[in-house]
């Protein structure tokens, strides 16, 4: 069973469709398996988004990540990354076709709803990240 990482972004938070994307996950066959929310402070996000920290959208990003909780889960499931980014669609809400989470309640490319693990070892990473081996229950 493959592990991923997702954040319930705060543009997902603030519409309140924590239980909808999260049922979208569930109704797909993934378990959540860790889940938790919190702040997400300047130092995690430098960490977070390291590969494109240096990029000059970098500060508006992580205004935005930093700006209310997010909810941090991490599902397990039969190939769980690539089923969590199919359901999730492109990650410019603007070119996520209609019937994909994205393309359902997301606006762009940041105000995209949630983050998810785009591989095997990032997903390793992200959920070390966010989640003691104590917090994650499989």
């Known amino acids: 069973m493959e592990k991923t990482l997702i954040i319930l972004k705060p543009d997902c938070m603030e519409k309140r469709l924590a239980g ?46 930093g700006s209310r909780p997010v909810l941090v ?20 809400s603007a070119k996520a076709p209609k019937g994909t989470i994205r393309g359902d309640y ?15 070892e990032n997903a390793s990473a992200e959920i070390n990240r966010f989640f003691a081996p104590n917090e994650v229950f499989a």
């Open 20 to 65: 909808v994307v999260l049922d979208r996950f569930q109704k797909a066959g993934l378990d959540i398996v860790a889940a938790k929310l919190t702040r997400l402070h300047d130092t995690l996000l430098r960490e977070h988004y390291a590969h494109i920290a240096t990029r000059p959208f970098f500060p508006a990003l992580a205004q935005f990540m």
């Open 73 to 92: 889960a991490v599902l397990q499931g039969e190939n769980a990354i690539a089923r969590v980014r199919e359901l999730l669609g492109p990650t410019d």
């Open 106 to 120: 997301g606006t762009d490319v940041t105000v995209n709803i949630c983050h998810a693990s785009d591989s095997p």
